[in-house]
Protein backbone atom coordinates (compact mmCIF):
# COMPACT_ATOMS: atom_id res chain seq x y z
CA UNK A 1 0.00 0.00 0.00
CA UNK A 2 1.52 3.19 -0.95
CA UNK A 3 0.43 5.09 2.20
CA UNK A 4 2.20 3.09 4.66
CA UNK A 5 5.67 3.49 2.36
CA UNK A 6 5.03 6.87 0.95
CA UNK A 7 9.12 7.72 0.97
CA UNK A 8 9.75 4.57 -0.35
CA UNK A 9 7.60 4.66 -3.29
CA UNK A 10 8.65 8.49 -4.16
CA UNK A 11 12.08 6.95 -3.96
CA UNK A 12 11.65 3.95 -6.55
CA UNK A 13 9.33 6.66 -8.78
CA UNK A 14 12.47 9.19 -8.52
CA UNK A 15 14.98 5.90 -9.48
CA UNK A 16 12.78 5.02 -12.91
CA UNK A 17 12.13 8.31 -13.89
CA UNK A 18 8.69 8.47 -13.44
CA UNK A 19 8.63 11.27 -10.86
CA UNK A 20 11.46 14.47 -10.69
CA UNK A 21 12.34 16.42 -7.63
CA UNK A 22 11.14 19.96 -7.86
CA UNK A 23 12.47 23.46 -6.24
CA UNK A 24 14.38 22.73 -3.50
CA UNK A 25 13.47 18.92 -3.26
CA UNK A 26 10.74 18.96 -1.39
CA UNK A 27 8.02 18.90 -4.13
CA UNK A 28 8.16 16.38 -6.48
CA UNK A 29 6.35 16.34 -10.42
CA UNK A 30 5.95 13.76 -13.05
CA UNK A 31 8.90 13.45 -15.43
CA UNK A 32 6.67 13.49 -18.55
CA UNK A 33 3.40 14.94 -19.42
CA UNK A 34 2.54 11.81 -20.97
CA UNK A 35 3.35 10.11 -17.72
CA UNK A 36 1.21 12.33 -15.90
CA UNK A 37 -1.60 11.96 -18.86
CA UNK A 38 -1.44 8.24 -18.02
CA UNK A 39 -1.96 8.31 -14.49
CA UNK A 40 -4.91 10.58 -14.93
CA UNK A 41 -6.75 8.52 -17.26
CA UNK A 42 -6.39 5.68 -14.95
CA UNK A 43 -8.23 7.47 -12.45
CA UNK A 44 -12.17 7.06 -12.25
CA UNK A 45 -14.53 10.53 -12.51
CA UNK A 46 -15.07 10.63 -9.16
CA UNK A 47 -11.64 9.57 -7.61
CA UNK A 48 -10.57 12.46 -10.18
CA UNK A 49 -12.91 14.85 -8.67
CA UNK A 50 -12.31 14.62 -5.53
CA UNK A 51 -8.21 14.88 -6.51
CA UNK A 52 -9.63 18.35 -7.85
CA UNK A 53 -11.30 19.47 -4.80
CA UNK A 54 -8.49 18.56 -2.76
CA UNK A 55 -5.96 20.45 -4.40
CA UNK A 56 -8.50 23.55 -4.45
CA UNK A 57 -8.57 23.24 -0.71
CA UNK A 58 -4.70 22.99 0.15
CA UNK A 59 -4.18 25.74 -2.75
CA UNK A 60 -6.61 28.30 -0.65
CA UNK A 61 -4.89 26.90 2.29
CA UNK A 62 -1.05 27.49 1.29
CA UNK A 63 -1.36 29.79 -1.97
CA UNK A 64 -4.44 32.11 -2.04
CA UNK A 65 -2.99 34.26 -4.49
CA UNK A 66 -3.29 31.24 -6.89
CA UNK A 67 -6.57 32.17 -7.83
CA UNK A 68 -6.46 30.97 -11.01
CA UNK A 69 -5.49 27.43 -9.96
CA UNK A 70 -7.94 27.54 -7.13
CA UNK A 71 -10.83 28.08 -9.45
CA UNK A 72 -9.87 25.76 -12.27
CA UNK A 73 -9.38 22.83 -9.34
CA UNK A 74 -13.19 24.08 -8.38
CA UNK A 75 -14.46 23.59 -11.60
CA UNK A 76 -13.48 20.22 -12.47
CA UNK A 77 -14.46 19.39 -9.18
CA UNK A 78 -18.18 20.43 -9.76
CA UNK A 79 -18.06 23.18 -7.19
CA UNK A 80 -19.08 25.43 -9.68
CA UNK A 81 -20.44 27.90 -6.59
CA UNK A 82 -16.87 28.23 -5.31
CA UNK A 83 -15.24 27.80 -8.80
CA UNK A 84 -17.81 31.28 -9.78
CA UNK A 85 -16.12 33.06 -6.77
CA UNK A 86 -12.69 32.27 -7.36
CA UNK A 87 -12.92 33.37 -11.51
CA UNK A 88 -14.19 36.25 -10.25
CA UNK A 89 -11.23 36.94 -7.97
CA UNK A 90 -8.99 35.43 -10.58
CA UNK A 91 -10.39 37.63 -13.33
CA UNK A 92 -10.29 41.13 -10.78
CA UNK A 93 -6.64 40.40 -10.01
CA UNK A 94 -6.16 40.27 -13.75
CA UNK A 95 -7.65 43.63 -13.93
CA UNK A 96 -5.71 45.53 -11.42
CA UNK A 97 -2.87 43.95 -13.20
CA UNK A 98 -4.19 45.40 -16.62
CA UNK A 99 -3.98 41.74 -18.12
CA UNK A 100 -7.66 42.75 -19.18
CA UNK A 101 -7.71 39.46 -21.74
CA UNK A 102 -7.08 37.19 -19.23
CA UNK A 103 -9.58 38.70 -17.35
CA UNK A 104 -11.89 38.62 -20.22
CA UNK A 105 -11.79 34.84 -20.58
CA UNK A 106 -12.13 34.54 -16.85
CA UNK A 107 -15.43 36.17 -17.03
CA UNK A 108 -17.04 34.93 -19.88
CA UNK A 109 -15.98 31.65 -18.06
CA UNK A 110 -17.72 32.51 -15.28
CA UNK A 111 -21.04 33.97 -16.73
CA UNK A 112 -20.78 30.28 -18.60
CA UNK A 113 -21.28 28.65 -15.61
CA UNK A 114 -23.37 31.11 -14.18
CA UNK A 115 -27.56 30.33 -13.73
CA UNK A 116 -29.37 32.64 -15.82
CA UNK A 117 -30.68 34.21 -12.22
CA UNK A 118 -27.26 34.18 -10.35
CA UNK A 119 -26.99 37.31 -7.88
CA UNK A 120 -23.67 37.82 -9.03
CA UNK A 121 -24.57 38.61 -12.73
CA UNK A 122 -24.73 42.23 -12.69
CA UNK A 123 -21.28 42.33 -10.96
CA UNK A 124 -19.61 39.75 -13.65
CA UNK A 125 -20.78 42.17 -16.49
CA UNK A 126 -19.41 45.49 -14.70
CA UNK A 127 -16.39 44.01 -14.23
CA UNK A 128 -16.74 42.70 -18.26
CA UNK A 129 -17.31 45.79 -19.73
CA UNK A 130 -14.00 47.24 -17.08
CA UNK A 131 -12.05 44.47 -19.20
CA UNK A 132 -13.38 45.14 -22.70
CA UNK A 133 -12.88 48.84 -22.13
CA UNK A 134 -9.08 48.19 -21.07
CA UNK A 135 -9.06 46.21 -24.60
CA UNK A 136 -10.10 49.11 -26.13
CA UNK A 137 -13.19 47.43 -27.09
CA UNK A 138 -15.64 50.38 -26.10
CA UNK A 139 -18.64 49.12 -28.00
CA UNK A 140 -18.38 46.09 -26.49
CA UNK A 141 -18.09 47.25 -22.61
CA UNK A 142 -20.43 49.69 -23.28
CA UNK A 143 -22.85 46.88 -23.95
CA UNK A 144 -21.59 44.60 -20.77
CA UNK A 145 -22.25 47.96 -18.69
CA UNK A 146 -25.84 48.19 -20.70
CA UNK A 147 -26.74 44.06 -19.79
CA UNK A 148 -25.61 45.06 -15.66
CA UNK A 149 -28.16 47.93 -15.95
CA UNK A 150 -31.02 45.46 -16.84
CA UNK A 151 -30.37 42.75 -14.29
CA UNK A 152 -32.14 43.86 -10.54
CA UNK A 153 -29.00 44.16 -7.88
CA UNK A 154 -30.53 42.36 -5.21
CA UNK A 155 -32.60 45.04 -3.89
CA UNK A 156 -30.58 47.72 -2.41
CA UNK A 157 -31.36 51.40 -4.08
CA UNK A 158 -28.88 51.88 -7.02
CA UNK A 159 -29.65 55.06 -8.56
CA UNK A 160 -26.38 56.31 -8.54
CA UNK A 161 -24.71 53.17 -9.30
CA UNK A 162 -26.85 52.90 -12.34
CA UNK A 163 -26.33 56.86 -13.11
CA UNK A 164 -22.53 55.57 -13.36
CA UNK A 165 -23.40 52.41 -15.47
CA UNK A 166 -24.78 55.02 -17.66
CA UNK A 167 -22.02 57.33 -17.76
CA UNK A 168 -19.31 54.62 -18.29
CA UNK A 169 -21.32 53.14 -21.29
CA UNK A 170 -21.78 56.23 -23.04
CA UNK A 171 -17.74 57.31 -22.67
CA UNK A 172 -17.05 54.07 -24.27
CA UNK A 173 -18.84 54.60 -27.19
CA UNK A 174 -18.23 57.90 -27.68
CA UNK A 175 -14.29 56.85 -27.29
CA UNK A 176 -14.86 54.57 -30.26
CA UNK A 177 -16.56 56.92 -32.17
CA UNK A 178 -20.38 56.41 -31.68
CA UNK A 179 -21.79 59.28 -31.44
Known sequence: KVEDRPF???QSLRATFLLRSIDDGSRVDMWHDRIRQAAVDNLGSDELATLHSELADALTLHEPEQVDAIAWHLERSSQIDRAIDAMQAAAQRSIERSAFGRAEELLQRTIHL??????????V?????????GLG???EAAACYESALKT???GECTTCADQELERRGAEQLLRSGHV
Not at 114 to 123: A, I, Q, V
Not at 125 to 133: F, H, N, P, T, V
Open 8 to 10: EVI
Open 137 to 139: RGI
Open 152 to 154: PSG
Open 114 to 123: MPKDDRRYRN
Open 125 to 133: MIALGDARS
